[in-house]
């Protein structure tokens, strides 16, 4: 049986990581799938999406210069209808939450087949969704509205803005720690203050509140 499928696919990937763009381009070989374009950052990916058509961009989330989601955010304010399909090596609950709510059309991990590769890129190069079911019910939760609605105003601290804005890239509580060099324990009190403050249960629904009220 045959790779080959009727209609061209054009796609961009959008990796740090030349070992990953390299594996991906093998995994396409002989497909009706081609890659058009690479980059390496979210700046460009933004730039690139915006000045051309892909059927398909494939995008990363931890990049330097400008990181996937944040680009995805951008893209789709512009670009609507561009298929984003993310891609990630991390099982990160708040990143699939965040690609939900930013208007990904699908999620994948760098472990998965080839076969879940292939038809993730064909499914979103027809318009249509790629996310699982899986995918979405962690996230329902999060998806749901929370006690406070979005366009309720919460007041918050410059210190709960800068812990909100990191905890909702994906961050831990050590890595928040040394971003803004505080004590993890710092970081702990203030995101326990945070949930009970824009009135949600865990740290996924926070950072989809956070993509509600365009803190990101």
Known sequence: ????????????????????RR????LLEGTEITVACEVTTGTDALKQTLAHDYDVVLMDIRMPDGDGITALGRIKLDKPKQQVLMLSAFDNPTYVARSVALGACGFLL???????????????????????REDLRRVT???ATTRIAADVEVPLTQRESEVLRQLAYGLTNKEIAVTLN?????VKEHVQ??????GVS????????AVRKELL
Do not use: F, N
């Open 110 to 132: 760098k472990g998965c087949t080839r076969a879940a590769l292939l038809t993730a890129i064909r499914t979103s190069a027809k318009g249509e969704s790629a996310w699982h």
């Open 1 to 20: 049986m045959t790779d080959e499928q009727p209609g061209p696919i054009q796609i961009m990937i959008a990796d740090d990581h030349e070992v990953v």
């Open 202 to 209: 865990d740290r996924t629904q926070a950072a989809v509140w």
């Open 193 to 198: 203050h945070l949930l009970r403050k824009i």
């Open 141 to 143: 939760g999060a998806l």
């Open 23 to 26: 594996g991906l381009r093998s």
């Open 182 to 186: 505080i004590t993890y324990e710092t």
